[in-house]
Structure formats: C-alpha cells, structure tokens
C-alpha cells in the first residue's frame, strides 16, 4: 500500500537468505528514501509488527533497510530502499516465512562462500544465482584480506581489478 507507486514488478529466479525462501518485488514510489521509510515504520506499527531497535536491524551497504516480524504468522517483512537519484525511491519489499525451527542455522549449501573461523552472525543470502554472505568476526583488514587470498586462491579464483573471478564467475 506504499502511496505515490509508479511502478511495482515482482523479483523472480533463486531469492532466499539463510536457506529460506523470501517473495519480493521491486516498488518504484515517488517518495523520497526518507519519506519512504517513515512510511514504511508506521505502516509496520499499524498492522503490529514487531521492529527491531536500529542497532538489531540488519543494514545493507548503500541501502537503508527496515525488517519487522509478524510473531503470530512468524513471518519477516523486509524493505530495502534505493535513491532513485532524482528525488524519488525503489523499495524492494521482501516477506519470508520463518516458522521452521532451522532456519537461523546458516547452512554450508552448495555453493556456499567461506567465511573466517568465529564468524558469528552469519547472513547467507541468494539472489537470481548470486550468494553474497555477511557476518562479524573479530579481525583487521589485513587478517580479512590474507584469508580470502589464501583460501579462494587454493580454490582456483584469481584476484584482479574487479574482484576475484574464476571461469568468468566474479
């Protein structure tokens, strides 16, 4: 029900995070970001969604992100916002049923990426064939940097301008 919505598609292929499955579309509003989002918040209060305090939301780089959790469906709603540039706003509206007992337990799927030992906080997302994972570990820029090399260079990846790539997978 986001007002002012010029265009709205549904995001189709491979979407999940933690090994659930999330239904999303791509909203396109005239809002601003700012707007957006203090829409989005009393929208979430209206229908009683639970909202993590700031500092318990999970932020995307770039991307100011909002979650509130249904308890009674157990279900997660999710809005990530993008300037448009030109004063409007894109809001991915993301939903996920999180009524499975595991699914807080990231799994190493097929395809999984490696992440540092005492990693905690561990987010593994898939995205149209895309795994991105996120998590926290006590370690400097440099420990980061010699892991990665270490391990996706034992795996075959080379490391260039644009990242690592293998058999033109980046």
């Known amino acids: 029900d986001l007002p002012d919505v010029v265009s709205a598609v549904p995001i189709a292929g491979e979407l999940g995070s ?5 239904l999303a579309r791509a909203v396109r509003t005239k809002l601003s970001v700012q707007l957006a989002q ?9 229908h ?3 909202i993590p ?3 318990k939301q999970y932020q995307l780089q770039g991307a100011p992100q909002l979650t509130g959790y249904d308890p009674e469906a157990k279900r997660t709603y999710t809005a990530i916002f993008k300037d448009n540039g030109d004063g409007s706003a894109t809001v991915v509206c993301g939903t996920a049923d999180v009524s499975k007992d595991d699914w807080s337990k990231p799994a190493l799927a097929t395809g999984s990426l490696p992440r ?3 990693a905690q906080q561990v987010v593994e997302s898939r995205l149209e064939g895309a ?4 998590y926290l570990v006590q370690a400097t820029e440099a420990e980061v940097r010699s892991f990665y090399a270490d391990v996706l260079g034992a795996a075959g990846w080379a490391q260039g301008e644009e990242g690592w790539t293998k058999a033109g997978r980046r």
């Open 18 to 22: 933690m090994g659930v499955p999330v």
């Open 38 to 46: 203090r829409w989005m918040v009393g929208s979430f209060r209206r």
């Open 48 to 50: 009683g969604l639970y």
């Open 53 to 55: 305090p700031p500092e």
């Open 116 to 118: 540092l030992p005492a």
């Open 131 to 134: 795994v991105s994972v996120s």
